[in-house]
């Protein structure tokens, strides 16, 4: 592990690779932070291997921060390692006007659609983070089969709820946005409300399941 | 929400090309993929709503390229940053602020040419649904300010009725020296040595294509990272300078995505970051390494003098 400060920012750097474990470790330090909840702390954001700390300058010494993050660390490396969140199975409509580019990863995986259906929907993904836009979650472990690179060029418009693949991830947008991940279908349910606390139903750390529905 | 009883104060006449409602921005949210947004330059809204005794997170109008023109629908008073901004009442230049308004009249406003955005405010505040804890616009996703869009011909202002906040805070002037100052990014060290090099001495140019999610430099090219697409996805935050394929930087602003995947260069300091969001396109723009610990003084200094980023106080 290791703590590097640029500015108003610290991040918490575990492993640069997609790994749930490593990833269990950041959102396992996210919440002991947050139960905590130091004065000097203004936001933490999780990615896949990092724990970005946004710092009050004006509340804490670059020594104080130092100190409580080894506290915090040191505490959760001995407590039990962050156990998985909720289980959301998620309604799926693939293919046609949902799903526009389901037929380029059958021709690429070489199999029918409703294979590289039921391939996306053997599996339980974790979710590693939110980000990029508003509400897109990231959640990672698809089968090396279905696994296409993105677009060359991104869309300017996605539809909210749609999935998307992109390499060896999977993932769905919040909100309306553009987007370069293969689209294969779109979520039946909302995920995203900005009118919400919190706004986003799945969170880092939970597991998703899609279904596949007519 | 609490519901606050508001007063129609002002039509907008000429809503100039991409002005919207600002604070300092929603904190907390960036976990949900929801950027920051807020005012491009804090400072220079603390200032506008310092004169009228607001608080210095008040939402407020940033007219970035105006012109704006907005006609009063009561006597109001407006305070405005920007010494060198063009405002007139009823075709009469002014230098007042706090500047009143009559009934009826119409204020006009429109950055110098040496810079890009004015902030407005309003005596008591503007009135606006608050989402995620704040008043500040994210347009792309439509939210926040006034219908999570820029302002329109016909839109109505609110203000508060009967309440009329008062702060005595005055704010510092802006220290921002004409480099702006940076601190080393965590992947500067995955640069070759004469890239971060050109990347201290160039000079480079505001580009057209800037907005409220980044500035787009352009100028010297950078070649040589040798971990083009091998950088893992990782929060990113206003400040910080992503270093796309074509080697020019971007400078992320505040309404910048929460994450990316491009490699972080340098971070330009807060105070620094107020000043570059002034520049307009064309306008010449270089960078001056700074050390962490210098960072840090230039921080707490900044934090001090406008309340910046201070918990529980936007929204």
Known sequence: ????????????????????????????????????SPDWLLEAVPSYGCLALVVD????????ITNELKEVCASVQAAV????????????????????????????????????????????YHCYMLGFTPGFVYLGGVDDKIAVPRLETPRLKVAAGSVGLAGNQTGFYGMESPGGWRVIGRLQVATFDVGKEPPSSILPGDRVRFLSVK | ??????????????????????????????????PTSGALDLWSLSFANGQVGNNPDSPALEVFHGPMTIAALEDIVVGYSGKSSEVTVDGTPSRENPLGIPKGSTLRLEPHKGSAIIYLSFKGGLVVDAVM????????????GLKGRTLQVGDILHAPVGVYQTSSHTVEPLEAPERH???????????????????FKAEYRVSLDSDRMGYR???SVMRGFRDWGRVLTMAVFPGMVQVTPDGLPVVLMAD????????VIGEVLPPDLCALAQKPPGTAVSFEEVTEDESETILEGFACSISYLSKGESG
């Open chain 2, 1 to 34: 929400m609490t519901t606050i009883v508001a007063r129609p104060v002002a039509r907008v006449l000429e809503p100039g090309p991409f002005t919207t409602v600002q604070d300092f921005g929603r904190f907390g949210y960036r976990r949900f993929g929801v």
């Open chain 2, 217 to 219: 430099l352009g100028g």
């Open chain 1, 81 to 124: 390692p962050y156990q998985g969140g909720r289980l959301h199975q998620l309604p799926v409509r693939y293919g046609g006007e949902f799903g526009p580019d389901l037929g380029f990863v059958a021709r690429s995986a070489g199999v029918a659609e409703d294979e590289v259906v039921k391939i996306h929907t053997s599996r339980e």
């Open chain 1, 57 to 64: 300058p004006a509340r804490s010494t670059k020594e104080a």
């Open chain 2, 181 to 199: 100052r940076v601190v080393r990014g965590p992947h500067a060290e995955l640069f070759p040595p004469e890239s971060l090099e050109s990347f």
């Open chain 2, 256 to 263: 910048c995505q929460t994450t990316g995947g491009y490699p």
């Open chain 2, 133 to 144: 804890g704040s008043a500040s616009t994210y347009t792309r996703a439509r939210f926040g």
């Open chain 1, 1 to 36: 592990m290791r703590v590097r400060r640029f500015a108003n920012v610290v991040y918490v750097e575990f492993c640069d690779t997609i790994d749930p474990e490593c990833n269990s470790s950041v959102l396992s330090l996210d919440r002991a932070l947050a139960a905590r």
